[in-house]
């Protein structure tokens, strides 16, 4: 099943941690351990945020780093 297209960006409440995790993503990207441990969440709920911004029509990036398992997440613009 394909996810829907969306051509507008539902941005997130101001002052929430959703925002500081978009914040990061834009300025310089990070793995999910370190944007866990920015934002005082467990990994699999920075997973889910970042699910939920690509469902809200942000275009996260995932880049494999080198040989190792982590990958770096970033938002385009």
């Known amino acids: ?4 297209s969306r051509s507008k960006i539902d ?7 959703l925002e500081t995790l978009v ?3 834009i300025n310089e990207g990070g ?3 370190k944007l866990s441990t920015n934002l005082g969440w ?11 911004l690509k ?3 942000y275009q996260v990036e995932r880049t494999l780093v080198g040989g190792a ?5 970033r938002i385009e613009t």
């Open 31 to 33: 793995t999910v351990r």
């Open 1 to 4: 099943m394909k996810a829907k």
């Open 11 to 17: 941005p997130p409440k101001p002052g929430c941690k």
């Open 69 to 73: 398992k982590e990958s770096i997440y």
């Open 42 to 52: 467990l990994p699999h709920t920075t997973r889910a945020a970042l699910t939920r």
């Open 55 to 57: 469902q809200r029509g």
């Open 23 to 25: 914040t990061v993503l």
